[in-house]
């Protein structure tokens, strides 16, 4: 695939991007670990003072940074704000809270002293996806900049521009030229970063087959790797439910960034006591939305960020229709310029057929009639995926029942699944392993160290 900005609302080509040659890749490498050496020894207080100015820089340019992505990756311009402004958030966060989290840990034993330490490993690769192409990279950097490393960036081929705009962002905001590089390879090149023993993990967000292939790489060198891939999130609907809540949420919970989130709502799973009052109400919606320039400001719906995903998406609606799933609204390329799929409801899905348990990447989603929590498990987990799941219930013992029985690493009770700086994020199953953000995200790449002194 080639280094391209191709803007998805058109099909223009932007710009390309040549891939680095072996030589600039070592040069880069090179000066990762000089970098290094004196990033691990500066303090929490004046990490903590260039990423508060990166949080500045990103808010100050937030705007501009917003229309890099939608030109990229068809994300509609609003979102991309609101997308900036998350990142500096997380920035602030791990400027307020990494010393608290990486401190020094007194351990009471039998030793005069003894306590745990948590230092720097050195250069971290994270190879990142397009859909959120700042938040998912921040996200990364931000705590992995103010545990002490230094950061190696593989983004995702469609957005090159969003990639080096981070650089810059980091390298305006203090941190020294070497601590934070974008490299614009190709996916081919990877595999000598994670074999090269100057990079010391690796962290990807992205496809199963993409998460397998990185970690058995990792594996091989004894490096720490940590995924977070698909997601086939369940949206569980009770009878008590606050109806309405749970309506305008779902519509938003599956067309959030036209549907490209891996913790976006994909299977509807509804009590057989409100199914027939809600399916017709959330195929009008998603019949409603307007769908159009993501520029605009009363645009909902953009196109999805390539050709090549809406082919991808088109082929699983039609398989599943074939297998017998019907189709209430959508279910066809908008015949316009650009990657336009019609927001789509299927119903009645077939074991068999790709909407029952693969992640469906765009604006469609699956309806699954229950009749009890009981049963809304068993279809919720019949999946190979556990990233995050979203039950809406006003019952205690439902609210703990789901808690405690959806086999994912999330579970948000009445509210859409998000990602939160100050929760850990991440899933079970084939979604992943590790974690990010909170302590447990900036505690992944780090050396724990026992010390006792007798």
């Given at each position: 695939?080639?280094?391209a900005?191709?803007?998805?609302a058109?099909?223009?080509?932007?710009?390309?991007?040549s891939?680095l040659?072996?030589?600039?890749?070592?040069?880069?490498l090179?000066?990762?670990?000089?970098?290094?050496?004196?990033?691990?020894?500066?303090?929490?207080?004046?990490?903590?003072?260039?990423m508060?100015?990166?949080a500045q820089?990103?808010?100050?340019?937030?705007e501009?940074?917003?229309?890099?992505i939608?030109?990229?990756?068809?994300?509609?311009?609003?979102?991309?704000?609101?997308?900036i402004?998350?990142?500096a958030?997380g920035?602030?966060?791990y400027?307020?809270?990494?010393?608290?989290?990486?401190g020094?840990?007194?351990?009471?034993?039998?030793a005069?002293?003894?306590?745990?330490?948590?230092?720097?490993?050195?250069?971290?690769?994270?190879?990142?996806?397009?859909?959120?192409?700042?938040?998912?990279?921040?996200?990364?950097a931000?705590p992995?900049?103010m545990?002490?490393?230094?950061?190696?960036?593989?983004?995702?081929a469609?957005?090159?521009q969003?990639?080096l705009?981070?650089?810059?962002i980091?390298?305006r905001a203090g941190?020294?030229?070497?601590?934070?590089q974008?490299?614009?390879?190709?996916?081919?090149?990877t595999?000598?970063?994670?074999?090269?023993?100057r990079?010391k993990?690796?962290?990807?967000?992205?496809s199963?087959?993409?998460?397998?292939?990185?970690?058995?790489?990792a594996?091989?060198?004894?490096?720490?790797?940590?995924?977070?891939?698909?997601?086939?999130?369940?949206?569980?609907?009770?009878?008590?439910?606050?109806?309405?809540a749970?309506?305008?949420?779902?519509?938003?919970?599956?067309?959030?960034?036209?549907?490209?989130?891996?913790?976006?709502?994909?299977?509807?799973?509804?009590?057989?006591?409100?199914?027939d009052?809600?399916?017709?109400?959330?195929?009008?919606?998603m019949?409603?939305?307007?769908?159009?320039?993501p520029?605009?400001a009363?645009?909902?719906?953009?196109?999805?960020?390539?050709?090549?995903?809406?082919?991808?998406v088109?082929?699983?609606?039609?398989a599943?229709?074939?297998a017998?799933?019907?189709?209430l609204?959508?279910?066809?390329?908008?015949?316009?310029?650009?990657?336009?799929?019609?927001?789509t409801?299927?119903?009645?899905?077939?074991?068999?057929?790709p909407?029952?348990?693969?992640?469906i990447?765009?604006?469609v989603?699956?309806f699954?009639?229950?009749?009890?929590?009981?049963?809304?498990?068993?279809?919720?987990?019949?999946?190979?995926f556990?990233l995050?799941?979203?039950?809406?219930?006003?019952?205690?013992?439902?609210?703990?029942?789901?808690?405690?029985?959806?086999?994912?690493?999330?579970?948000?009770i009445n509210?859409?699944?998000?990602?939160?700086?100050?929760?850990?994020?991440g899933?079970?199953?084939?979604?992943g392993?590790g974690?990010?953000?909170?302590?447990?995200?900036?505690?992944?790449?780090?050396?724990?160290?026992?010390?006792s002194?007798?």
């Amino acid at each position: 695939m080639p280094i391209a900005s191709i803007n998805p609302a058109t099909g223009e080509m932007l710009r390309e991007f040549s891939a680095l040659a072996s030589a600039q890749i070592e040069e880069k490498l090179a000066k990762a670990v000089a970098a290094f050496e004196r990033h691990r020894r500066t303090s929490f207080t004046q990490r903590a003072e260039w990423m508060l100015a990166a949080a500045q820089l990103l808010e100050q340019e937030k705007e501009r940074l917003a229309r890099i992505i939608t030109l990229e990756m068809g994300k509609l311009l609003r979102a991309g704000i609101e997308e900036i402004t998350k990142c500096a958030k997380g920035c602030r966060f791990y400027a307020e809270n990494a010393e608290r989290f990486l401190g020094d840990q007194i351990v009471p034993t039998d030793a005069i002293r003894s306590y745990v330490r948590y230092e720097p490993i050195g250069a971290v690769l994270a190879i990142m996806p397009w859909n959120f192409p700042f938040w998912q990279v921040f996200r990364f950097a931000a705590p992995a900049l103010m545990a002490g490393n230094v950061g190696l960036l593989k983004h995702a081929a469609n957005v090159p521009q969003c990639a080096l705009a981070i650089e810059d962002i980091f390298l305006r905001a203090g941190f020294e030229d070497g601590a934070f590089q974008t490299l614009l390879i190709e996916a081919e090149q990877t595999r000598g970063l994670i074999d090269d023993p100057r990079v010391k993990a690796v962290m990807l967000t992205g496809s199963e087959r993409a998460g397998s292939e990185v970690a058995s790489a990792a594996g091989r060198q004894i490096k720490k790797s940590v995924l977070e891939l698909g997601g086939s999130d369940a949206f569980i609907v009770m009878p008590s439910a606050d109806f309405e809540a749970a309506m305008a949420t779902g519509v938003t919970a599956r067309t959030i960034n036209t549907g490209q989130s891996c913790i976006a709502a994909k299977r509807f799973i509804l009590s057989d006591r409100i199914y027939d009052r809600f399916v017709p109400r959330f195929v009008e919606r998603m019949r409603s939305l307007k769908i159009g320039d993501p520029f605009e400001a009363a645009t909902e719906i953009g196109p999805l960020a390539s050709e090549a995903i809406l082919r991808g998406v088109d082929e699983q609606v039609q398989a599943s229709i074939a297998a017998g799933a019907k189709l209430l609204t959508g279910g066809k390329r908008i015949e316009r310029a650009g990657f336009f799929y019609e927001p789509t409801v299927l119903t009645d899905i077939p074991v068999e057929s790709p909407a029952y348990r693969e992640e469906i990447f765009g604006p469609v989603a699956s309806f699954f009639r229950v009749s009890d929590a009981a049963e809304a498990i068993k279809i919720a987990n019949d999946s190979s995926f556990g990233l995050g799941a979203s039950a809406w219930t006003n019952d205690a013992s439902e609210q703990q029942f789901f808690a405690s029985e959806l086999e994912t690493g999330m579970v948000f009770i009445n509210s859409m699944v998000a990602s939160d700086p100050r929760l850990p994020f991440g899933g079970a199953k084939r979604s992943g392993f590790g974690r990010e953000l909170a302590a447990e995200g900036i505690r992944e790449f780090v050396n724990i160290k026992t010390v006792s002194i007798a």
